[in-house]
């Protein structure tokens, strides 16, 4: 009867494991079911060493335990297509801020994961009235040792043999978690994150050798040395006043479309018409961190971590940071968000980052709400009313939050739009919150135009990051986009950028590659300061050429090539596109872009782990 506790057991969390591939379409069959099995196996071979009432009463919490994280990772899958790892868990407030948007994410079919164990545990109370037989410690321990044994065994077989043949690249350099559970599955998964995670915090605190730092030196010695741009954008916005607006989950493909004949962005339709700057192909390069690293590309051009957010990892240390350049330059500085203060530990950031002053939830009056806090509209206008009595020049960064996952809390005064047979799905309410967002914008230009400020001020908007609505070919055609591979994965990259230079007449669409990572040098070269003796890895988009655009996730696009990275990061499995055509070609012809996109993560990582920063500032102002 124990083993059969015990092989109930091992099914059940086979079972709950399979659902989780199943539900999230990831991979499992074949290898990915035999490590499973594997994993179970070592997991939970040492209950077999206890008494058999101790044992069912241990099989029980364990398979509550493994339900729980599970259950976890689906959800969280879910919204950050990606897996719980030890630095997101050192960012747990932030789950619960999560609020409504988790609730929307919970399914019914969610429950198959823990129906099982109220039946489980009517049986171990009913079998702890039996007779507890004994059994010798000897058949104890070989019954454990022989799960254990072959559990070993066939995870050391199928993981080698996984190396033998693609390298060892996914675990020394995963472009994605993902990468690394096709491997491994899911518990190997979290036990090799945990490993990685202890290994770099706990033994991996040495500083990098002489030869790592030159590495380091010399890409941004390139960087700097791209700076040095020579464009009729120079110094335009010379003085003036800088205000960032960073919309949430604002895609580009919104842009200029109708939904049924109406407008979905019709206020920014009419902006971007007017005396502004768009560019159709700038693309978010986020993580794990989302908006938190939206913020950080653009005001530090570095790039975000491959797991977890710098907001948290790498608070305390130095950059080169937009903010604190401005400030140097006699700037006021102000960041703008209507949430709370802690969240992705921006009370903290924005103090290192130089921001003089952080208007928070706790700053804003009351007014309408939208999805998680305050609307659009009530925050533009509050914080124009701040902006009024702030001294000038002064650079101001504002985070939007009304159009944040679900997108089910708009106001029904603002839902004008009709889908058809969208009705209802997370698309048309997606469409519904960018409308009532394109509402609030329209405003804050009349509040910025109303008060003086539109004529003085630069400013910048764009989107942080995509909405996390998978995008297929049916979906693409109903917004008006082709359905091909390519741009579907453009739909899900590009957000828009509108630039507004006061006291010019600079207006246009602009359509060559560029990314967040540009935008701390953009704004620089607007104002006329010049770039070059600060780290930063991106460069001013006025060269008008395309720009190298790395994804965390190790794909890549300069304009001509778009290398889309392979799960495992094998380069060999990659895909490579021609942007011009749309199609695949030879994957040997975005080698040199991958290895740049490679050479650049690597590269950032290095000087955030090391906080490399603080002493090459330090050498430069000496």
Excluded at 162 to 187: A, D, E, H, R
Excluded at 589 to 612: I, N, P, V, W, Y
Aim: with cysteine.
């Amino acid at each position: 009867m124990r083993y059969g506790m015990y092989g109930l057991f091992v099914l059940l969390m086979f079972c709950k494991f399979y659902l989780f591939a199943l539900y999230n379409d990831l991979m499992f069959w074949t290898m990915g079911a035999a490590i499973t099995l594997s994993g179970i196996l070592v997991l939970s071979c040492w209950t077999l060493l206890l008494k058999r009432n101790a044992q069912a009463v241990s099989l029980l919490v364990l398979n509550a335990l493994l339900s729980f994280i599970i259950f976890a990772d689906l959800i969280h899958f879910r919204y950050f297509t990606d897996f719980i790892t030890m630095a997101v868990l050192a960012q747990s407030a932030q789950v619960g801020a999560l609020g409504g948007s988790v609730s929307e994410l919970l399914q019914w079919k969610d429950l198959l994961f823990f129906v099982d164990l109220a039946l489980l545990l009517g049986i171990t109370i009913y079998r702890w009235k039996w007779l507890d037989l004994q059994q010798t410690m000897r058949t104890r321990l070989i019954a454990a040792t022989i799960p254990l044994l072959f559990g070993a065994l066939l995870s050391y077989v199928l993981v080698t043999g996984y190396i033998s043949q693609n390298s060892n690249k996914v675990f020394v350099s995963n472009w994605w978690n993902v990468s690394v559970y096709n491997v491994v599955g899911l518990i190997g998964f979290h036990a090799f994150e945990v490993e990685r995670y202890v290994s770099e915090q706990v033994f991996g605190k040495e500083g990098p050798d002489e030869a790592q730092v030159a590495e380091v030196r010399t890409l941004f010695a390139e960087k700097q040395n791209s700076e040095r741009v020579e464009s009729e954008f120079f110094g335009l916005a010379e003085g003036k006043n800088v205000l960032v607006v960073q919309l949430e989950a604002f895609q580009n493909y919104v842009i200029g479309k109708k939904v049924n004949g109406s407008e979905i962005t019709p206020n920014i339709n009419k902006l971007i018409a007017g005396d502004t700057l768009y560019f159709s192909q700038f693309h978010h390069q986020v993580g794990q961190g989302r908006t938190s690293d939206a913020e950080f590309l653009v005001n530090n051009s570095l790039y975000p971590l491959p797991s977890g957010s710098v907001y948290v990892r790498h608070s305390a240390n130095e950059f080169d940071a937009l903010p604190e350049i401005l400030k140097a330059k006699g700037y006021t500085t102000a960041a703008f968000h209507a949430y709370e203060k802690s969240f992705w530990n921006r009370q903290v950031m924005y103090k290192n980052l130089q921001f003089d002053t952080f208007y928070s939830i706790d700053d804003f009056k009351e007014g309408e709400r939208v999805g998680w806090s305050l609307g659009d509209l009530s925050f533009f206008e509050q914080t124009v009313d701040y902006l009024e009595q702030k001294s000038q020049p002064f650079y101001a960064f504002t985070i939007a939050l009304s159009s944040h996952h679900p997108y089910t809390k708009v106001p029904e005064r603002y839902k004008t739009l009709q889908f058809g047979k969208y009705e209802g799905t997370i698309l048309a309410d997606y469409l519904t919150s960018i409308h009532y967002v394109d509402v609030a914008v329209g405003e804050l230009v009349n509040r910025l135009k109303a008060s003086g400020l539109w004529d003085n001020t630069l400013v910048l908007m764009y989107g942080d990051h995509d909405s996390g609505i998978p995008m297929d070919a049916e979906m693409a055609k109903f917004v008006g986009e082709p359905g091909d591979e390519l741009n579907l994965l453009n739909m899900k990259n590009r957000v828009p950028l509108i630039i507004h230079i006061p006291g010019s007449n600079a207006k246009g669409t602009y359509a060559h590659t560029v990314g967040m990572v540009d935008m701390t040098p953009t704004m620089l070269h607007l104002l006329g300061i010049e770039g070059h003796s600060y780290y930063h890895l991106g460069r001013p988009i006025f060269d008008m050429q395309n720009h190298l655009v790395i994804f965390r996730a190790g794909s890549a696009t300069d304009g001509q090539l778009y290398f889309k990275a392979s799960i495992d990061g094998v380069f060999n499995k990659g895909t490579c596109y021609r942007t011009d055509t749309r199609k695949k070609v030879a994957i040997d012809q975005c080698r040199a872009l991958a290895g740049e996109a490679d050479r650049h993560l690597k590269m950032s990582d290095r000087t955030l782990k090391f906080d490399l920063l603080r002493s090459l500032k330090r050498e430069r102002d000496q």
